[in-house]
Structures are given as C-alpha cells and as structure tokens.
C-alpha cells in the first residue's frame, strides 16, 4: 500500500518490526533530527528497491547476506513502506521482508544517505527471522534511538503497555479502479467493556449503510459504488481508549464456541492431535489443558508470512506448522474446541508500543478460550515471538490495541455473493459480483505523542 503522505520533516517512524527515526550508525555520533528539505516516502521506497535489485543482479538472482556463518540466498517479498523515514539531511530508513531458499523471512534494517534518485545503503543488519526480533529500539532523552538487545528489553519494547492506553486511530481505504457498479463492506470497531470507540470523522463517497451481523454483532459498512468513484479514499478516524484485557465474564453462551467453522474444523485429526497434547493433564482442568495446546502451537508453528498464509486455515496450519497470527489462532481454536473447550476469534490492530505516531504494518488477530466461568485472552503469535513473555500471553492482551470484528465466517445482509465472510479486518470488495482489493493503511497517533 502507499504511504508516500506520511513524508514528514522531522524523523517519522519507529516500528515494531522496523522501528525508524533517528537510529545510530556504527561510526557515527547520536544527533537530532534537523529541518530538512522534503523527501517523499516514495523516493525512499525507489532507493531501496533499487540497492535490492542491483544486488540481485549482481548475487546471480539473490540478494547475500550472512547469518551465524550461514550464507543466505535471499528474495524480495515486500518494502515496510509504511515505516519508511527521513532520519535528517540526506539520510533514510527503511527495512524490507526477504525469504531465503529455504522457506525462512528474513526483517532487515537498511539506512541510506544521499538524495532522490542517488541514494546508496550504508548500514545492513538482520532485525528479524520469522517475525522473532535479534533487538529492538528505546528512545533516549534526547530523542534519539539506539539498539537494545531483546534480553534486556522491557515489556513495552516487547509490544506491551498495560492498565491503559489512549490515541487516534485512522483507517484509510483506496478504492480500485471500477468499470462496473460496485459494493463494500468495512468494519466499524465498537465500544465494549475493553475500549471506548468514538468516530472523529468520517470521509465516504456514497451513501453507507450500517449492517449488523447477528451472529457476532459485528458493526459493518456497506457501500454501493459507481465507476466514478474510482482512486476515492474513504477515511475513518477514532479516538479510543483501550484497556488492558485479562480474564472476564462473558455474555455469550460459551457452548456456542465448540462449533466448526469453515477453516477450522473440529474433530478427527484435531481430536487425535489434541488428545495427544493434552495426554495425562486431561484429569488436571481446562486451564492446564489449554495451556498445553497454547504451548503446542507456540513451540511449533513458525512465524512466517509466506506461500498461503493468512487464511486461517486450520489444517494449512497444522500440516505447514507456518503462517501468521491468523494460522496460529486458526490451529489453537480448532484444537480447544477438538478437546471440548470452547474458543473464539477476534480481529484488530496492534498499536506499536514504543513510538507515538505513525503507520501500522497490517491487522493483528488473537483468540479467546473459556475456562473456570471467564474468557481467558490469549495471543501465540507474539508468545511465539517474545518467549519472555509466554506467561503474559497467557491470560493477558495488552492496552495498546483495537478490536474491529469478533468470529469467523460472517453473515450479512446484504452479504458478498462468495458467501459468509471468512474475518472482517480489511474491507471486502466486490465488483460486477467478483472479488476484488481495496488498499487498506492503518496508522495512530497516540494522546499525548508529537504535535
């Protein structure tokens, strides 16, 4: 997606999977950022991609790097572009995605110095393998940022911020080009007891409807678009106040949880592979039981976004063991409910927890399991990333989130003709009555972050 008009003067973005503003260069001193001429994001994104290909060319096809004294052979599967920065006077951050042969996805950290058009790299360094980070970043008084190693990192490096947090919330929407009549659906996130959801402002093109599904009482945007609405951004921006979640009571009937869903089944070789999680804790409660399958997943599963992840095919999951957060819940969910412990789905953003302002790299998921009379939050892909925070994962999602849907397989009304909506975190489009994309870009600005 394109971000190019989040090109800023002073330094913009740092990341949970590629943190940015003003970094230290082996060599070079600790500065703040000064007043700069205006680079737009997108020179940045054409500078890295174009260090990338000249190395491809001249690796015979790869781009080499070295690991542990391993010698990488690796390919291009994306530009963070919503990270991208100006860290001062001709320099620049950016960090891209690259797969190895072997299957592993390599975050890597690049800056580059120079103008649009004559930007050259100066620093390469491996950030993460598989989505696990080698560092993360703090801010130092003085506003600059250095590198700290994950075992010494505190929670909210680690993506944590308990009891509260507080920000502004935009979800942007570029519509495709359309030669036939059109429809979308958009989530809209809701005021429950975890957050306060409040619309600031609201940029459409055409007159909405707002659908609730009865199944999950999901709120949705439906939207009937015309040819000439093509290239429109629709906008949405919230204030939320979100706080840190942990065991609860809930409302719903938790029996409903123990049904299959489309991409998660229930049953067979579930059953058998819960069974044999579980083993001899079956007689010790529901909590050990399911921290076993949570365990299971987390030490099994490989965090890596590639070939068909993103689906939330449980049995995808369970014979790949890869995927992202949505696998990883996927093969949980069908597990619990194989064992007889009701489960269920939940979509959203995490809020980066170490900057106040800037893009978002994507939707996040998590899961909920029902044990002892409450809903006991759980989230494997980040355990699976920071093992020091396996236990907090386990009972606890932090503040610096928002929730838009709940469940899997939606059904609206009007609904898409490809039937019941799988999860409902980027819009569902369709045109002449086929799928189609929308460009979907998140960012936040936290109450109390920059001017």
């Known amino acids: 997606m394109k971000s190019f008009r989040y090109c800023s003067i002073f330094l913009m973005a740092i990341l949970a999977a590629c943190q940015s503003k003003e970094k230290k260069e082996p060599g070079s001193e600790m500065v703040r950022a000064e ?48 990270y991208l920065s100006n860290l001062g006077p001709q320099r620049h951050f950016a960090c891209v995605d690259l797969a190895d042969v072997n299957g592993d996805v390599y975050d890597v950290d690049f800056f580059l110095s120079g103008d649009p058009g004559d930007m050259t790299v100066t620093e390469t360094t491996l950030h993460k393998l598989n989505g696990k980070p080698y560092y993360s970043w703090k801010q130092q008084a003085d506003k600059t940022w250095t590198r700290v190693p994950i075992e010494t990192a505190d929670n909210q490096l680690l993506g944590v911020i308990e009891g509260q947090d507080q920000f502004e919330f935009t979800y942007e929407v570029t519509l495709p080009e359309m030669e036939e009549a059109a429809r979308i659906w958009i989530p809209i996130p809701q005021t429950d007891r975890f957050q306060t959801v409040e619309m600031i402002s609201r940029t459409v093109p055409a007159d909405p409807d707002i659908l609730t599904d009865e199944g999950f009482g999901n709120s949705v945007l439906f939207m009937e678009l015309a040819p000439e609405d093509s290239g429109t951004k629709i906008t949405f921006r919230y204030r939320v106040r979100r706080l840190e979640k942990m065991p609860y009571r809930g409302e719903a009937t938790p029996e409903e949880y123990l049904a299959p869903n489309l991409l998660m089944p229930v049953g067979d070789r579930f059953e058998t592979l819960a069974d044999s999680i579980i083993g001899d804790k079956r007689s010790n409660g529901t909590l050990m039981q399911a921290r076993a399958l949570y365990d299971y997943v987390s030490d099994n599963m490989r965090y890596a976004k590639w070939k068909d992840y993103g689906t939330g095919d449980a049995v995808f999951a369970c014979d790949a063991l890869t995927g992202n957060c949505t696998e990883f819940h996927s093969l949980f969910i069908s597990l619990a409910r194989s064992a007889g412990i009701p ?11 170490d900057r106040n302002e800037g893009g978002i790299d994507g939707y996040h998921c998590w899961a909920e399991f029902y044990a002892e009379g ?22 606890r999602h932090p503040a610096n989130r928002i929730e838009f849907t709940r469940g899997r397989d939606i059904v609206l009304e009007p609904g898409p003709q490809t039937g019941p909506i799988n999860f409902l975190a980027y819009p569902v489009m369709e045109i002449g009555g086929s799928p189609a994309i929308a460009d979907t870009f998140f960012s936040f600005r936290r109450k109390g972050g920059p001017e």
């Open 374 to 395: 409450k809903w006991w939050p759980v989230d494997i892909s980040e355990a699976n990333k920071y093992k020091a925070l396996s236990t907090y994962y386990f009972g």
């Open 35 to 82: 007043p700069i001429p205006r680079v737009l994001i997108a020179d940045i994104e054409k500078g890295i991609e174009a260090h990338v290909a000249r190395e491809v060319e001249k690796g015979n096809g790869y781009f080499h790097m070295t690991s542990d004294d391993k010698e990488l052979r690796l390919e291009l599967v994306r530009v963070h572009t919503e």
């Open 343 to 353: 489960a269920r789905f939940a979509v959203g953003a995490a809020i980066p927890s």
